[in-house]
């Protein structure tokens, strides 16, 4: 790294964490990795998605990103250099099943090898995510999520990945944010594959979930000892607590719910019920979904704000939200248009704790796009440094209040692609130049890592 400003932080007031907390960083390797066609990487919804006119941002598509496929030991190495304990990567299912079944292609495993040896050889621990959206396109050919076989597939793979690296990763998250994948994907349409079929969420959302416990099945028999999940979680802000609780629903319960409780929440499934008839839940199903796991990965960003407004149709991204309207937060806003409020973490955090107890918790995902500019080698990213700042006092608070979270780990470690919004959006903590693939890591980033060297604010 060039010569940065460094960040002393003050002594006095300084926030200490608890001995041992986590820090890390987090991405995901349809966003970062490039490569899409090396070495028997097979198509991804996502690789479909992003080619189709119209779905993402002026064309952009995950085909070189940040090349991390390529450029992995250097950006291992900024990891280093920023002191990280941990760093949270999702693993290309079809770089190792290009078909998405059958027999794993060697030279998918020997990346994910390589990455993790140079990350134990950097004194940085590996967290596993085995699905970050990029199913593949074979599956998806036969329904994808909203077909049950998919699920099964999904466990087999799970199977693969823990044979190949188990011996060196403790930590395994089955899924990212299957809210995404299922209301974002089949009801919305706004993400891969692009489907507009709301009747067909749910059964998405189920099998994505089932899929969840039989992965859990499969790494536990094989010796895994540390399985989580990471769900995209919102506390609900509203002066109509009808409204609030209808969105608390179809955004947090109807999956936190079927992982820690065994059931699906009654008002879910009677809301839902305009669009199915749940047939989709086979007997055992909710207790293979149920199946105890080890930590709960928690992905935030923001609250939503909504009130009860009569007449109103349903957001495409809640089935069956009619009624309720989401008129924005008065707040300073990111480059994202999401409002910042970091208090709603610590409401999040202490309302787990309470609702769903004795399950740990971690920070998988949290951080802040802004514009970013590139200054005599430098960037200014002060927007981020402070959403950042507040986030960790709100996290702190939550400790404070008798939590038992166990880390923090910054999305992302590198600005990359951002779904829809193609590469225009950027949340890294290291500025990527994608025209020279340089990295800077910005003033965001020698903050943080300060914040890591005193385990403190
Ligand atoms: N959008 N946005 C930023 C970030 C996205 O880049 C991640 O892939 C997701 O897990 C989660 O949505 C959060």
Redesign the pocket.
Known sequence: MSAQKSYNLQDSGVLRFPEGFVWGAAT?AY?IEGAARDDGRGPSIWDTFSRTPGKVHAGHTGDVACDHYHRYPEDVRIMGDLGLHAYRFSISWPRIQPDGAGPANPRGLDFYDRLVDELQGGGITPIVTLY??DLPQTLEDRGGWTNRETAERFAEYAAIMYSRLGDRVETWTTL??PW?SAFLGYASGIHAPGRTEPEVSFAAAHHLLLGHGLAVQALRAAGASQIGITL?LAPVLSDDAEAASIVDGLQNRIFLDPVLRGEYPADVVERAGRFTDWSFVKDGDLEIISQPIDLLGV?Y?NPQTVTGRAGEPANPVYPGSEGVAFPGADAPKTA?GWPVQPFGLTDLLVRLSHDYPGTPLIIT?N?A?FDDVVEDGQVHDVGRLSYLDGHLRAAHAAIEAGVDLRGYLV??LLD?F??AEGYRKR?GVVHVDYNTQRRTPKDSALWYREVVRRNGL
């Open positions: 995901a966003q970050h959206w990212n944010e995404c995209n992905n960003y994202m995902e951080g796009a999305w992302s990359n951002e779904w949340f």
